[in-house]
């Protein structure tokens, strides 16, 4: 197991931002990519953004141009900075890290956007 702790999360208006972390208890160099999926209630999980270990970042094209994705190794921490937040946004949104035979989840942050 490598333990995920996501923060961040929280109630912000349409059009707000916030930016989760995830704090890794690992060298997030060790993993092969480090990304973030979100669940909203009754739909099925989707991965949102994701890194690889060299940098190269992808996101959902429901997000793409909103959300970035970044990485400081250093601190082994992975960032999702989100902007122009829709309600559609609203999930519960997970760290994962993702390694050669396994992904390892995070606890999930809670995300609400109000209209």
């Known amino acids: 197991q490598v333990p995920l702790v996501e923060s961040g999360g929280g109630l912000v208006q349409a059009g707000g931002s916030l930016r989760l972390s995830c704090a890794a208890s690992a060298s997030i160099s060790s993993f092969n990519a480090m990304g973030w999926y979100r669940q909203a209630p009754g739909k099925q999980r989707e991965l949102v953004a994701k890194?690889?270990?060299?940098?190269?970042?992808n996101y959902a094209d429901s997000v793409r141009g909103r959300f970035t994705i970044s990485r400081d190794n250093a601190k082994n921490t992975v960032y999702l900075q989100m902007n122009g937040l829709k309600p559609e946004d609203t999930a519960v949104y997970y760290c994962?890290?993702?390694?050669?035979?396994?992904?390892?989840w995070g606890q999930g942050t809670q995300v609400t956007v109000s209209s």
């Open positions: 890194v690889t270990s060299g940098g190269s970042a």
């Open positions: 994962v890290a993702f390694r050669v035979g396994g992904i390892y």
